[in-house]
């Protein structure tokens, strides 16, 4: 089986002399489809670091990141999925727009990609406030659009930075359900980073990091 991405001695250094920063050390590991790894560690340990370079929009200063089973998926939202830690909704789209947007910009029909961005607001539970505008919607009803924008897309791996964050107990497990249900549909990888004890509790493989040292356990590597 083709992994879908892999990591080989990854390092990555922000800055240089005495200003660097080490985010992250030698972290190697292996996801594969139906992986479904929790990224664990304390605030500045690496994880969104780690998302960054696993997603391909960022390059690491030592080892290498390939993803095998899919080329170079960098900026392919039908490849890789990337829920931010920074939300980067667009202010000036509503919901559904916001969701839609990845599949209108790589061509997809416009009332396919309406269609498609309703059903992965309905996952989330927000079908509700398709219409609302960012600034209409409350602090988890975003986290939530920025989930559904990666679930219509059906990326094969999916990766999550703190996606239960601003949300209670309720939402947190509606919005792993759904990732988790959208994973399975295509068997897909998922990796969520959190440091929420909700999300490492429930996934099998556990990835954990502290300062910048990745550690994998119960990861079929
Ligand atoms: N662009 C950057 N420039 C300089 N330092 C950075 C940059 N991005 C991250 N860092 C540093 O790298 C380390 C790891 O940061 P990272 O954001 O990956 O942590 P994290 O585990 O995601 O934390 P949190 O749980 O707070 O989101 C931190 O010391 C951070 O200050
Ligand atoms: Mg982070």
């Given at each position: 089986m083709n992994a879908l991405a892999m990591i080989d001695g990854v390092g990555r250094t922000f800055g240089?002399?005495?200003?660097?920063?080490?985010?992250?050390?030698?972290a190697t590991g292996t996801i594969n489809s139906e992986d479904r790894i929790a990224l664990v560690g304390r605030s500045g340990s690496g994880k969104s670091t780690l998302i960054w370079l696993l997603a391909g929009l960022d390059s690491p200063t030592r080892g290498t990141v390939t993803w095998p089973a899919l080329g170079?998926?960098?900026?392919?939202p039908f490849l890789v999925g990337t829920v931010f830690?920074?939300?980067?909704?667009?202010?000036?789209?509503t919901a559904i727009e916001n969701v839609a947007l990845p599949l209108v910009l790589h061509d997809v029909r416009r009332d396919e990609a309406h269609d498609a961005a309703m059903s992965a607001l309905d996952l989330v539970g927000l079908a509700g406030v398709a219409r609302q505008l960012p600034d209409e919607l409350s602090g988890g009803q975003s986290q939530r659009v920025a989930v559904a924008r990666v679930l219509a897309?059906?990326?094969?791996l999916i990766l999550a930075d703190?996606?239960?964050?601003?949300?209670?107990h309720d939402a947190a497990r509606g919005v792993l359900d759904a990732l988790w249900a959208a994973a399975d549909e295509v068997s897909a990888g998922l990796v969520v980073a959190s440091h929420d004890p909700l999300v490492y509790e429930r996934f099998p493989q556990r990835w954990r990091i502290r300062d910048g040292r990745v550690s994998v356990d119960g990861a079929p590597q």
């Open positions: 240089t002399g005495r200003q660097a920063v080490v985010a992250l050390h030698d170079h998926p960098r900026g392919d830690q920074a939300l980067s909704l667009v202010p000036t789209l897309c059906h990326p094969r703190e996606p239960t964050g601003r949300i209670d």
